[in-house]
């Protein structure tokens, strides 16, 4: 027998390792890991003493993904890149077993939601200071005045430099954070609320990662067409900053409007693009498919193998004159691309029926009034990372992996759980409880 002394500090350790979780996602992702194995150890421990577990569908589907990319490992031929490439993956297997012990509370979610928020809006401080601080002292160095602008300094991969982090994951990450502040508005006072979303739009801009900025106006349209109840006034402030924000940001960055146009271009002279624009995107993807359709229908179904993808690339930009591509080692920048080398069909169709089936719940008519929130949440969320995935492969390193892997299951937590409290039944179409003696 469970004493409730224990669920108690069960209840108030999990809460806070899921904070903790969420505040150093943005910073840190090492000590983000070992919050995991925290986590992960704390679970597999109550799940030995209570001997029971919650299991729902996206978890199995997770875990089912996971297996795959292990399958993936038996016929990589670089077994070392293979086996890294799982450890990067671990997430679609411990994340899930996370939830399984756990009935964590609408609160409990919100509070590792605000969490990462906050420590975004941290982030967002941090660039910008730094920024400033490399501007006015090359200005110093330089002789100049107070008017002396270096671009640079104000976009993509120098500006979130201090943190560690890629412009597009943090661009993800600030534009998840947006529709959470958004939909919850954590901040008590007006002013601070709306100062706070117009820093991260703000942030969004300057980063300027293309493909995240049209996917959070997408979002913007889907969230205005799908739920009538959202004011369409303020939907249309929100367009209308962030396009106000966009025309000034590339009027006085030259970088920011380099690589805005190199991305709405129809010239397909891939030798003028300096930022890998629309052009230089769509001679990778046709490059790559050209040659995977040339393999044969056993390894188009199953893949080059876990891990294999980037060999299999290299070879491919090579032989096609991708010279940046090739000496950058870069990957497919298409997360479908890249499930399709490296896993085949397979693996693709796994990942879209999760990302369908995370879809289709939140359309669930039974999902009561009072966690709407999160029910839209995880709406953008889907919205935001298919997008985003069609230039990015987001899910190729392990800080997008761990942010998708971990909302998707949080928010889907509260949604399930709350469908099943409706329906009065413990063995649903969508999760049970297994226990054994």
Not at 10 to 39: A, P, Y
Not at 185 to 202: D, N
Not at 351 to 358: A, D, G, M, R
Not at 394 to 418: D, E, P, S, W
Request: hydrophobic residues 50%; positive net charge.
């Amino acid at each position: 027998m469970i004493s409730l002394n224990h669920l108690v500090k069960k209840h108030i350790i999990s809460k806070n390792l899921l904070f903790l979780f969420s505040v150093s996602l943005v910073f840190s992702i090492k000590f983000n890991s070992i919050i995991i194995i925290l986590n992960l150890i704390f679970a597999i421990f109550h799940i030995i003493k209570t001997k029971s577990f919650i299991i729902n569908k996206v978890s199995i589907l997770y875990i089912a993904l996971f297996i795959w990319l292990c399958i993936g490992t038996l016929y990589s031929l670089n077994i070392n890149t293979s086996i890294f490439y799982l450890e990067k993956s671990l997430s679609y297997i411990a994340i899930p077993i996370i939830f399984f012990s756990n009935s964590f509370s609408k609160n409990d979610i919100l509070f590792a939601v605000k969490g990462h928020v906050y420590s975004c809006l941290v982030a967002i401080v941090i660039c910008a200071l730094n920024a400033i601080y490399l501007n006015c002292t090359e200005a110093i160095e330089l002789n100049r005045g107070f008017s002396y602008y270096n671009p640079w300094y104000f976009s993509n991969a120098l500006l979130c430099k201090p943190i560690g982090i890629h412009p597009t994951y943090f661009s993800v990450y600030l534009t998840f954070s947006f529709f959470a502040l958004a939909i919850f508005k954590f901040f008590k006072r007006q002013s601070l609320h709306y100062l706070a979303l117009t820093l991260f739009i703000g942030m969004i801009i300057m980063l300027s990662s293309r493909m995240v900025i049209i996917s959070l106006i997408i979002s913007i349209f889907i969230l205005t067409i799908g739920h009538k109840f959202i004011s369409r006034k303020k939907i249309f402030i929100a367009l209308s900053i962030i396009s106000s924000l966009i025309i000034i940001d590339i009027n006085i960055n030259d970088l920011n409007k380099t690589r805005v146009l190199e991305a709405i271009s129809f010239n397909k002279d891939i030798s003028k693009e300096r930022f890998g624009g629309k052009a230089y995107r769509l001679k990778i993807w046709s490059s790559i498919i050209e040659e995977f359709q040339k393999e044969s229908l056993s390894k188009q179904i199953i893949g080059v193998g876990s891990g294999d993808g980037l060999a299999y690339y290299h070879k491919i930009f090579y032989s096609n004159n991708l010279e940046v591509a090739y000496k950058e080692n870069y990957n497919a920048h298409n997360q479908y691309i890249d499930y399709l080398v490296h896993n085949g069909l397979i693996g693709l169709i796994l990942f879209l029926i999760i990302l369908l089936h995370i879809f289709i719940i939140t359309l669930n008519p039974k999902i009561p009034e009072n966690i709407f929130g999160f029910k839209i949440l995880l709406q953008m969320l889907v919205c935001i990372v298919i997008f985003s995935m069609l230039t990015e492969s987001l899910l190729y390193v392990q800080k997008g992996i761990v942010f998708f892997v971990f909302y998707t299951c949080a928010l889907y937590h509260i949604i399930i759980n709350r469908i099943e409290e409706n329906s009065n039944n413990w063995l649903s179409r969508y999760s049970c409880k297994i226990r054994w003696i």
